[in-house]
Every structure is written in structure tokens, then in C-alpha cells.
T-cell receptor, first 114, second 113 residues
Framework: DAMVIQNPRYQVTQFGKPVTLSCSQT?????MYWYQQKSSQAPKLLFH???????NEADTPDNFQSRRPNTSFCFLDIRSPGLGDAAMYLC?????????????FGPGTRLTVL | GENVEQHPSTLSVQEGDSAVIKCTYS??????FPWYKQELGKGPQLIID?????GEKKDQRIAVTLNKTAKHFSLHITETQPEDSAVYFC????????????FGSGTRLQVQP
């Protein structure tokens, strides 16, 4: 089945130790998003790619970076994780075109920072 | 930018009863309104959506209504079942510009058997 896949599902890192989360999709969608979701809160958009065009949210910390080497893959890099970065990280995809609006989410990666 | 408010934050109903969750949005340019269901430890799952050229949409036990004039939309779940228990998020987006979803704060629905 076509889907959005996130690896790993659970990630534990140490304070200040860089970590990379990955997302892949078989939907061939041209837009990929990264959201941060903290407990009992709504997902918060960090950034998104429209094809190769990177769009950063104004309040996304510089500590968060992203890469999209091809249509199928997108990575979230946290350069120096702090305790406040512990959260669920959600990848989503969408296709922009007439009549297409749906945004599909992956299962998420839960990040723990020790 | 867009702002979406969602109420109630928690909702408890008896199995078989109906549940209604309401959202309001601020940007009249928004024209796409999805609803997501999120179970514990999982990503949000799209359950139904509505576009601004439609006032109501139904899919089995789930329906969504949209009032563009008042800028509010609602999710209706009939004949609730324990497996409907989850957190539900509404969202809004316009099809120009950013095309990113703005989410409401979520409603935790508990269906009591």
C-alpha cells in the first residue's frame, strides 16, 4: 500500500547529541511536511518542501534543519537536542493540484532526550 | 495568519449517543477543512474533509457541516462506539500561498461502553 513511513518509531538521544529522523513516501507527493507535536497539543508545523523548494516557519528554531534529497525522502536533523525538543515528530505529504488537498501523516517518531 | 479554535477540549459520551465537535476559523480565504483522528501513539488519520463550496458532507456515521458566513464547521459522529475514542483535530487551509494546515487544539473524545 502507498504510505508515509517514518523511521525510527522511537528515538532516544542525549542532550546536545545530534539526531536525524527520516521519512519516506510511496505516494509520489510533491509536498512533504515536518510537524512537532508535544503532549496534548496540536501538531505544529516546522517546515515544508514544495518539490525542492524549502519553506521554513518563522518560529522554527535554527536547531532544526531539513533535507529532501529526492521526491521520496525527507530528513529532519536536530543539531543539538534540548530537553524541550522531546516530542512526537510527524511527517506528512500532500499533492498540490486542482482537486487535491488531502494531507497524509506518517505514524510519527517519538523523540526522548535524556 | 489563520487561527482555528476548537471546542470542547474533552467530551465524554455514552456508547450509541452522538458527539459534536465545533471549530471556528478566522481567515475567510480558507477553503479546505479536514478532520483528523489521532489514536494514542499514532499519527493523525484523515477521517473526513469538506471544501468551501459544500455545506455538508457525510460518510456513514460521520458528517461535517460548514457555515462560511459564520466561519465555523462541525464534526458530527452518530451512534458512537468505544473505538471512536481518540483525539480529534480540526484544521483549515487556503489553497493559495502556504497551503499548510492550521490545526485546532484538539478534542479528546471518550466513548463510555
Amino acid at each position: 500500500d502507498a504510505m508515509v513511513i517514518q523511521n525510527p518509531r522511537y528515538q532516544v538521544t542525549q542532550f546536545g547529541k545530534p539526531v536525524t529522523l527520516s521519512c519516506s513516501q510511496t505516494l509520489n507527493h510533491n509536498v512533504m511536511y515536518w510537524y512537532q507535536q508535544k503532549s496534548s497539543q496540536a501538531p505544529k508545523l516546522l517546515f515544508h518542501y514544495y518539490d525542492k523548494d524549502f519553506n521554513n516557519e518563522a518560529d522554527t528554531p535554527d536547531n532544526f534543519q531539513s533535507r529532501r534529497p529526492n521526491t521520496s525522502f525527507c530528513f529532519l536533523d536536530i543539531r543539538s537536542p534540548g530537553l524541550g525538543d522531546a516530542a512526537m515528530y510527524l511527517c506528512a505529504t500532500s499533492i498540490i493540484g486542482v482537486g487535491y488537498n488531502e494531507q497524509f501523516f506518517g505514524p510519527g517518531t517519538r523523540l526522548t532526550v535524556l | 495568519g489563520e487561527n482555528v479554535e476548537q471546542h470542547p477540549s474533552t467530551l465524554s459520551v455514552q456508547e450509541g449517543d452522538s458527539a459534536v465537535i465545533k471549530c471556528t476559523y478566522s481567515d475567510s480565504a480558507s477553503n479546505y477543512f479536514p478532520w483528523y483522528k489521532q489514536e494514542l501513539g499514532k499519527g493523525p488519520q484523515l477521517i473526513i474533509d469538506i471544501r468551501s463550496n459544500v455545506g455538508e458532507k457525510k460518510d456513514q456515521r460521520i458528517a461535517v457541516t460548514l457555515n462560511k458566513t459564520a466561519k465555523h464547521f462541525s464534526l458530527h459522529i452518530t451512534e458512537t462506539q468505544p473505538e471512536d475514542s481518540a483525539v480529534y483535530f480540526c484544521a483549515a487551509r487556503m489553497d493559495t500561498g502556504r497551503r499548510a494546515l492550521t490545526f485546532g487544539s484538539g478534542t479528546r473524545l471518550q466513548v463510555q461502553p
